[in-house]
């Protein structure tokens, strides 16, 4: 599956972004979907996931209750919605994708991966 992520760029703090990811060349119902972030000078991070069906997902600590994970089957797309975003969530955002598996959605190993995305936030 090829990953497409858009949607970056620069807000101030307290903003809002939506980032998307398109997929392509795989059926994409068969995919849990990923985002991860890799800020200047630090180790590449999970975001938020989400089950192949949407019925499930999973955020980390850091931006639970700020950000939403989302699908739309129908386009292949998946979706970060950003909310009150601050400066230490600047970062290159990633798309990434897993066949669907049972059991939990992160940890886990995500086989493919889109280029980034750059999401920078101004105090």
């Known amino acids: 599956v090829q990953l497409q992520a858009s949607g970056g760029g620069l807000v101030q703090a307290g903003g809002s972004l939506r980032l998307s990811c398109a997929a392509s060349?795989?059926?994409?119902?068969?995919?849990?979907m990923g985002w991860f972030r890799q800020a200047p000078g630090k180790e590449r991070e999970f975001v938020a996931a989400i089950s192949w069906s949407g019925d499930s997902t999973y955020y980390a600590d850091s931006v639970k209750g700020r950000f939403t994970i989302s699908r739309d089957n129908t386009r292949n797309t998946v979706y970060l919605q950003m909310n009150s975003l601050k400066p230490e969530d600047t970062a290159v955002y990633y798309c990434?994708?897993?066949?669907?598996?049972?059991?939990?959605?992160?940890?886990?190993?995500?086989?493919?991966w889109g280029q980034g995305t750059l999401v920078t936030v101004s105090s």
């Open positions: 990434a994708a897993r066949r669907t598996l049972t059991g939990r959605l992160w940890p886990s190993v995500y086989n493919y």
């Open positions: 060349g795989r059926t994409f119902s068969n995919y849990d």
